[in-house]
């Protein structure tokens, strides 16, 4: 499957199909992103219109012409320099459902993690809700650990998880 996938960063050309990917699963998150502040178009657009935000996708070599999310199977948007020079906060994460539990959301957001690095940051922080077990059992496997909880952010009894991690180079690791 990884031969078939292409990763690469998005482009302001990459627009519609950026929002289509969102509007799939807009569903998955809590509260949807179609319901929170300036929805998903606006989202897109200031992700894409800024130098320091942008998403990274997973996509396929070789997409169907007439997919309107011109292949994109997996996606993760992150913002530069948030809290910090050296962090970056992760805003959204998803698989397309079709490929959810292939290996490809652990592909992107190792590729993630490698360019960050390579740019020079060291922190990540992302956050999910307390009713998504698989989002938090998947960045626990990845070495994210929770920093702090907000109790009902989202609703009563749905809090949000913090998570963090530093990243370090292979070779920084084993010394």
Partial sequence: MEQDIVIRETTKEDFEAVFRFIELV???????????????????????????????????????????????????????????EDG?????????????KSGIGKL??????GKL???????????TWSGNEKAKRFYEGFGYSTYSVILNDRGNGIDTFNYRKMIVSVKAAKE
């Fill in 108 to 113: 992107l957001l190792s590729r993630l993690e």
């Fill in 88 to 100: 970056v906060y992760v805003n959204f994460f998803a698989t397309h459902p079709s490929y959810r």
């Fill in 117 to 127: 690095l390579a740019k020079g940051f060291r922190r990540i922080y992302l956050c």
């Fill in 26 to 84: 807009d569903n998955d998150f809590c509260p949807p992103l179609s319901q929170r502040r300036g929805g998903i178009c606006e989202r897109v657009e200031n992700t894409l219109a800024v130098p320091y935000a942008n998403y990274l996708v997973a996509q396929l070599r070789e997409p169907e012409p007439s997919d309107q999310m011109q292949g994109f199977v997996a996606m993760a948007g992150c913002t530069e320099k948030w809290q910090s």
